[in-house]
């Protein structure tokens, strides 16, 4: 039975996704954690419910994992012991999460020459790239011969016109540095797109749409006729909405402020924007389900970053129906938040009736965890749509387009 791995390796983490192939539906995935923390990695891994033989079952184990290769080593005995014990001969394809890919708008088939793209794309994105070298790595080492894949974050944006990815900054630093916008979470954008035009039942190419991804990392991305041509992350994930522990927009002065006034070096400054502000900076915690508690309870700071998160993504929202020109079918949520949170989703949407965005209250109380649905009122002059995101999905079909795999069916999402 062919079969076909996704992987998406942190700085310490390995995500897996086994997807069977005949019919094509995704199996068993899940991830290793703590690599390099000795014997405190974890793996946990989840069935979907109709795996057979395992359905829906969980499992967690503590592991032991120097660095990928080794994690990657438990997870293809984890996966023999659960699933198949012939799975190594199994796998047909392995795709990739790759972060950042330069200018490549479509995923490549992993060779000297396009490893060592991703090699370049390093320097954009030094936390990022080098993890997902070493799953590139790791999975070589074991799956010798079978055809590797990088889907990038970066590609589905590259469609972003010059204007919308420029800095105002010499343009020098453009041709010599490639200093520019390039966006992420663009797998989970361009499948959202599609999924929403399915909703909308028109063809992709005709479907206009403002995705939001609202999660520990969150972004927005305007899409015109399937393609983006704008999008809230800049150079690097760190520009745009109030995330987790991102800070997001900011002045560029203030970086210089406090690194003359608090005397903070480069390091420093890096992990203070982007692993010490957002909520957690504001509030002292980084999971949205705390600062709605604490919110709730009266608390100011959990509601000064409360309202600052749902107040830039609102304002995203309206500069991007500008961006479209107003010609906007849908505005889709996703992501940990936006799949989860009707609170937040009302927070954000109620004030936009002025725009022509009608909420349905009761719509949007109703569509829950993991399910997809409508969430606007009859009146509302775009759909509001809550769409379940499936990176590995959408990394498992690009991989199997560029590797020319035809499955024998349709999709089963988990
Ligand atoms: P990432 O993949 O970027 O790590 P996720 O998409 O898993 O993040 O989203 C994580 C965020 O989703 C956290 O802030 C978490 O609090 C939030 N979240 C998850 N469930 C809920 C919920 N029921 N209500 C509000 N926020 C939620």
Redesign the pocket.
Known sequence: MSKLLVLNAGSSSLKFKVFGLQPFAAGIGGMFDRIGDGANCTLKASAPPHAAGAQGRKWEQKCFAKDHVSAMQNILDFIKDNVSGAFVREVVAVGHRIVHGLDISEPVLLNDKTIDQIRAAAVLAPLHNPPGLQGIEAAAKVFQGVPQVAVFDTAFHQSMPPHAFMYGLPYELYEQHRIRRYGFHGTSHKYLVEQAAVMLGKPVSETNVITCH?????SISAVRGGRCVDTSMGMTPLEGLLM?TRCGDLDPAVVLFMQKQLNLSVKDTDTLLNKKSG?LGLTGS???????AGAAAGEPRAALGLAMFVYRVRKYIGAYMAALEGQVDAVVFS???G???P??RALILEPLRGMGLDLDAAANEAVL?GHRGDIGAPSSRARLLVVP?DEELCIAEQTLQVVGFKPSEQPTAQ
């Open positions: 609202l999660g520990n990392g969150s987790g909520l980084n999971d949205l389900r705390s600062v709605l992501a940990g938040i799949e989860n949170s609170a937040v965890r995101t």
